[in-house]
């Protein structure tokens, strides 16, 4: 069985980190793309960061650059996103997703916009931004 789960999530004031985590199962890691995404209340559904584990090619929304760091630990199936420098904009829940990386180019993860873009997903995290 495959399976997503995302932890790390809660609430910061601005400014301040959270470290997301996505532990993978049921398929072999380095043939998938993983990637975060988030949903805030009233908008699309959005990529924010994906990576490629076989060649570490990444991919971040121009929102979050410089901010958002996506890194993979091969030997524990597990994807981070370092989320650093917190906006109010940022409140989301972030899921995690993957997609097999033969047929996934990272530009992909720029116009997901709903559950059928990927092949699996989390039921995410809950970040929570405060002024």
């Known amino acids: 069985e495959v399976q997503l789960v995302e932890s790390g999530g809660g609430l910061v004031q601005a400014g301040g980190s959270l470290r997301l985590s996505c532990a993978a199962s049921?398929?072999?890691?380095?043939?998938?793309?993983i990637g975060w995404f988030r949903q805030a209340p009233g908008k699309e559904r959005e990529g924010v960061s994906c990576?490629?584990?076989?060649?570490?090619?990444?991919y971040y929304a121009d929102s979050v650059k410089g901010r958002f760091t996506i890194s993979s630990d091969n030997a524990k199936n597990t994807v981070y996103l370092q989320v650093n420098d917190l906006e109010p904009e940022d409140t989301s829940v972030y899921y995690c997703?993957?997609?097999?990386?033969?047929?996934?180019?990272?530009?992909?993860?720029?116009?997901?916009?709903?559950?059928?873009?990927?092949?699996?997903w989390g039921k995410g995290t809950l970040v929570t931004v405060s002024s």
């Open positions: 997703a993957a997609r097999g990386a033969i047929a996934t180019a990272m530009s992909h993860c720029r116009f997901v916009r709903d559950y059928n873009d990927m092949d699996y």
């Open positions: 049921g398929f072999t890691f380095d043939e998938y793309v």
């Open positions: 990576i490629r584990s076989s060649d570490g090619s990444t």
